[in-house]
């Protein structure tokens, strides 16, 4: 299925130049290097805004490999952030007493939600469209109501408070800046990985089922173990969003994990554009920032962010971002290639 | 023209965000402004708003005026600790009133704690001050007070021996049913349930009929509105008679209007501070929420003016040096006779003396129950 | 125990009465443009809002025979006045999006519901509105279970409106149009039937349902508030899902499944299992319930089985 003579194509490199190599590692590290110089000089509000951004942006990748690459919508996406939430907030806190290091939940929260990932894949491999969607939904709610129900393991509607404070290599995690140096490495290997996956074989196989799953299965694609695949790690994407973000904010309750934090998901992948990883980014930055900049209107706030909503899908339903600026355009201009 | 019209939405949008700084001395709050608790956070606001109003039309503090900036919080714990730490980084705020959930205001305690922000909450979980801050204070009495006084009274002044509880699984209802059950099973009752519903709900009938089987002597709702309107309403209507307790979101004359006068009489609802008639502060503060707001004082208004009152007050104490430490300081030398009566806090910034009054529905109106003066 | 499951009946008929109604417009649109429309939620909150200032001006007529026919007249203007708005709502905010991502519309909508809901709560109320009984408060004992008048009319009420829409698209020209479209638009365009026609009847007839959904739930529980229709939508949304998307008697029997399923969820699993599962389990059982029939019947109750073979769309989005 993959075309070996595909010079044409954007996913396999033309001739390679060193020099341009060179000139897009200094690019990108001179970009980071200020990133990280430059952001933690911002105000702390502004750092905390941008740590928001960068969990939507590990979210927003996850979600894409469903959505955007395999073409399956899913609506409970919010299941397996709240998975790794509670795997730290329960595995580190008072909760039970028990209090295991950050670094062994990061992989113990990313695994069980991908664990989750592949369990709710198995069933709903028949489904198609909107079906799988409302059950991904009913997935989602089943996991947030358990939350709130099972008192004697999470706290209900209380939430766990009094997270541990996390520590990685020696140090404690305890500032916005501090999850900043955490988060962007972290974003940084997402966007690496998922575009390192949407120009394999799985990728490619990935666009086959979206494109047409019976074509796809024609060609001898496993469409069984393409769509699990996909399932199982975008639920890590997603699991590890959620530790993330229950060490940053040191409390986890039901609240946080509502179908609306779905939607929100669903929001800034189509909003920057589907399946693009740029896009997902500019998506992320300006479903979190819009928010905040329209925070002077106060109660006016979320009806302005309606209308910016509304606005924006007619004027560019197909993303802010078009197909064309994908990473291999940016890695273009780069002079990578 | 797509285009242009696309920048002009960012555009602004940006600008917008790009709006007024804040005057000098600026109270921050925060609360659910946009969600279906916009009533409560609203109101309660309007509340703060009053007492800054009052203070600044009879001179401010040290000659300046005071600002309340209003922001929306929408009871989710993510935008109460961006909200925290958008206040903190503002150095013009000098105090805070927030939040109204106790879900928001336990993240947001951390981010304010490590600013030194003189922090006042509404929030009544017993676990908000758990972590004994010193910048956190809390003028309302907490679950333990709300939960608990109702259930002896249930038990002592009705001589009920059976219970049937009810919350709606949110961090305030479950939180002062808990208390409820536990006062009540101590006492000697029977508690015959203890059900959860969700806080959406709008038909209880199926745990309603449930009850019915059981016959309690009194049931006891853990909620806010309009779910215990409703949920009273639909009690009356499967013809249930016990007598019906819920807490303070209850107060308000919505629960009477949506129950119905008829099956609204006769119930029993929690309230921190003394009728609105009782002394002539108090009536003073509902006709001057009428006359400002043009409606009836929601059911946290009253405790949002006690806590904005509870800054200009250490506010004033601190003289010329007004600081986010100053106020701090002085908030602990609190000794402020209140809307609702004397507040003193201790060393964990808890009311010393928690005060609770017991309502009951007569006619359009409440009638004060308990205590009996 | 006779009372009990007749009153636990009649509730669940009552709710699931009203979940049919909303559910109607969610299938309809789906049926036809394949879009999860959820702005029809808010059509529902809107509808009480509107009646509830058309009963309160009106409010000195009530009573008597004139008062039936001002009642009616209210049905009848709030239907037709949630209707343009849900037209008008299809013309800005969903026709341009036609052509593009199926996710398009469905986020649209979404913005629009947030709009909706944000106008309601600032410009007329953010406090719950108590809203008026406009049938006589009258009960009656069915084996120990109590049944109000207010029930029995919305059961009535309800299953006549869907046997009406029913009656419309099967036998009328218009609602054959409305089949065609829905069957497969470009071939109904083929066949000269300009497609905009039907799509701004179902949603003109969409939203006035839901409209007409939402007079009955604010007359029931007495309350009408800008933050209703989120939480119903959702669950008629699923009632719609449940009894097979597109499909109009399934839309029937999925409101009125997911009511028995939530009144037996909260009122019954508690009682068998002694305590053990309580009543906050009862939406989860009944998402559970939703995922177990999609999974053995991926199509619902009463939709078209979809087979891989059958799909006219290879491509969901």
Redesign the interface.
Known sequence: MTSETGATTPFLPAAKSRAGRLRAVAIVAIALALLLYGVPGLPTYYVRVIDMVLIYVLLGVGLNMVVGYAGLLDLGYVAFYAIGAYTYAILASGQFDIHLPFSLLLVVGGGLAGLAGVLLGIPVLRLRGDYLAIVTLGFGEIVRLFMNNLGWMTNGPQGISRIDEPHLFGMGLNSPRDFFFLLLPFVVAALTIAWRLECSILGLGWAAIREDQDAARGIGIDTTVAKLLAFGLSATFGGVAGVIFAALQRFVDPVSFSFWESLTIVLIIVIGGLGNLVGIVVGAAVLIVVPELLREYSEYRMLLYGCALVLIILLRPRGLIERRYNPAWLMRTLGWR | M?RF??MT??AG??L??A??AFADMTIGTAGP????E??FG?TWQNGMQLAIDEANAAGGVNGQKLVLV???D?????QG???A??F??DDSIVAVVANF???VT??SS?VYN?CGMPQVTNSS?P?VT??GYQNLFRPIANDFMQGGAPADYALQTLGAKTAAIVHD???F???VATVFKETFEKGGGKVT??????A?D??F???I??L??ENPDVVYYGGT??GV??FL?QLR???LKSTFFAADPAFLP?LI????TANAAGAVVSFQAPPYDANPKLKKFSEDYRKAFN?EPGPYSAYGYNEASVIIEAMKRAGADVTRESIVKELHNTKLDGLMGQVEFDDKGELKQPTLFLYKVEGDGFVLEWPKS | MTGFLVQQLVNALTIGAIYALIALGYTMVYGVLRLINFAHSEMFMVGGHVAFFLLAATASLAGGALGVLVVFAIFVVTFIAVGLLGVGIEATAYRPLRRSSRLAPMLSALGVAIILQNVVMLFVSRRPLPFPAFVPAVSFDVFGAIVTLNQIFIVVFAVALMLGLAWFVNATTLGIRIRAVSENMQTARLLGINVNRPISLIFFIGPGLGAIAGILYSGYYGIVVFSMGFIVGLKAFIAAILGGIGSIPGAMLGGFALGLLETFGAGLLPKLTHGFIGSEYRDIFAFSVLVVVLIFRPAGFLGETVTEEGMVYKRDF
């Open positions: 797509k019209l696309l939405t960012l949008v940006a917008a965000g709006a007024p402004l946009s969600n279906a916009a009533l609203n209003r922001q929306d929408q009871g989710d714990p993510k600790t961006l909200l730490q958008k903190c980084d959930n106790s879900g336990i993240p951390d490590r979980n676990k758990a972590a699984k949110q961090a209802g479950e939180g349930s203890y059900s959860g519903v969700t959406t709008v038909d009938s199926a745990v009929t449930q019915k089987t509105m309009p309107g409703l309403k209507e499967l013809g919505d209007t949506t129950a119905g409606e």
